[in-house]
């Protein structure tokens, strides 16, 4: 029997789970940690080994990232100590993924020291979602991590739109380019980027545009949508540019802070994310990628 726990970040997978491994006529079991907080907001966790001891983890860090960290890291230590063996992990969304190199002297690279403690503490094999991973990661590359993509979940979305041969793929950076050029890939559409410069956490600049737009309409796909200054200043671009409607993709929902908000006004005619994280927008689903996964890691 397969089993599988689900922590605090995934449970809005149980019910996509239990369809696919019912459509796939695979018997497993899917249950949830037991999470509660003592008065000082410190966590207590306790794993159900009732119907035995599980050896697939899903977690999902977002929202409360640093939580959700301790949580899993308390699980899995858990987990170990319980006898688990060959432990494998599907973190939808890894949080802190995204500081992968050091720019300033002195800065915590924190995709590596995550990804080492989180290996430090019983993994075997993690599957991990689009992660941010510009060029070439020593880190993903030393540990038994594999990088999932989600750009089938959109093409499938995006193909049943009519008369997409007036479509351009854009990603607003070059490091998300490579995600646009497999979706134009599987679309038959032409792709290009946008220049970014990041100026701190939230701002970001977005100039020139490596193909022509105007009169086209325009699929926007990126990781991770944060803060969304990064979408709104890429759809402010391409409006100049004399776009017809555009589609933002994304295959990380995050939108913190009023992110939401100033998308829904930007006039636009579509916005799209798969649920790596709950929102209100996450229309694609990712438990078949997930259950496909450990069918193919059981055979
Ligand atoms: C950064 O390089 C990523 O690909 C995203 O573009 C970025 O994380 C989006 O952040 P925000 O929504 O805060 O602009």
């Given at each position: 029997m397969i089993n599988i726990i689900l922590l605090s970040g995934a449970q809005h997978l149980h019910k996509y789970l239990e369809t696919e491994?019912?459509?796939?006529?695979i018997d497993a079991n899917v249950y949830s940690v037991e999470l509660k907080f003592f008065p000082d907001s410190e966590q207590y966790i306790r794993i159900p080994i009732e119907k035995g001891i599980p050896n697939y983890v899903i977690q999902s860090m977002f929202d409360n990232p640093d939580k959700k960290f301790v949580e899993t890291i308390?699980?899995?230590y858990t987990l170990k100590d319980l006898g688990a063996k060959n432990l494998v992990c599907f973190f939808t969304y890894l949080?802190?993924?995204r500081q992968d190199r050091r720019i300033k002297e002195g800065e915590a690279i924190s995709q590596s020291i995550i990804v080492k403690t989180l290996f430090n503490s019983g993994i075997e094999k993690a599957f991990v979602f689009d992660?941010?991973?510009r060029g070439e990661s020593e880190i993903i590359s030393k540990f038994n991590i594999i990088n999932l993509?989600?750009?089938n979940l959109f093409a499938d979305y995006f193909r049943s739109f009519k008369n997409r041969e007036d479509f351009v793929v854009i990603s607003p950076d070059e490091g998300s380019f490579d995600i646009a050029k497999r979706l134009a890939n599987e679309l038959n559409l032409i792709a290009g980027y946008t220049k970014k410069k990041r100026l701190d956490g939230s701002h970001v600049k977005i100039s020139d545009i490596s193909v022509d737009v105007k009169?086209?309409?325009v699929i926007i796909i990126d990781d991770i949508i944060s803060t969304g200054n990064t979408m709104l200043e890429t759809i402010d671009l391409l409006k100049?540019?004399?776009v017809k409607d555009i589609y933002v993709s994304a295959t990380h929902g995050l939108f913190?802070?009023?992110?939401?908000?100033k998308l829904k006004e930007a006039n636009i005619k579509d916005l799209v994310t798969t649920n790596t994280v709950l929102n209100e927008f996450a229309k694609l689903d990712v438990s078949k990628i997930i259950v496909k996964e450990i069918i193919n890691n059981e055979n």
């Open positions: 491994f019912y459509k796939s006529n308390l699980a899995l949080a802190y993924a992660v941010h991973i993509s989600c750009v009169s086209k309409n100049e540019r004399g913190v802070n009023d992110a939401l908000k």
